[in-house]
């Protein structure tokens, strides 16, 4: 019974054969998935997932890549999508320093507002952090982050980071990544993160996790993810799978 917190399904990348792949996800015990959209396509495509699968849930956000793209009215059409019972979060949002289509100034600004929002609507966000670890913390101090909490996700900065965001109501959530043998910085920070606030994800089609790295990820492989967290925590796997299970529902507010 696990819970794959961060997916594209929604991807071109699975277009000739998504339902085999959310079918081999059901088989491999993942019976709860959310989609991640970022942009027009992908939020378009997550809303029609969510109205087809009982098991899934949605995120609606803007990516900081395309921060440059997002106008008011994506803004507004983000926030009417959030009256869908099944959109239960906000994002990805946040910073990416690694590619330069949108300026630094801008991709603040589009992260700002998108908190600003969370808050009026009382979401959790979801993080997305590449290469920006002290901007995205302070933005988030700055802009009160904490009255929503979320999700940093594919969590890959340092135990002191982790520790300012647990301060400020985040889960922490591992991907593929820790299951590298040369990850020892993500299994450092995941054996202290306290297990109340341990998620896991695929984030596919990307990440895949070893021995299947460099390929297409899909969320079935989340189960690589939790057998590993649970081997770094020193835990059944069934305890791993369950508690990480609780901490999605409850960030989120599914009942079922
Ligand atoms: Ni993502």
Redesign the pocket.
Known sequence: MLFDT?T?INSEAFNEDREEVIQRARDAGVTRMLV?G?DRPTITKALEIIDQHDDIYASVGW?PVDAVDMTDDDLAWIESLTHHPKVVALG?MGLDYHWDKSPKTIQKDVFRKQIALAKRLRLPI?I?NREATDDVVQILKEEHAEDVGGIM??FSADWETAKQCLDMNFYISFGGPVTFKNAQLAKEVAQKVPLERLLIET?CP?LSPHPFRGKRNEPARVKLVAEALAELKQMSYEALAEVTMTNAKTLFGIEK
Do not use: K, L, M, R
């Open positions: 961060h594209h991640v970022f990516h990805e979801i997305h996700h594919c984030d990307y």
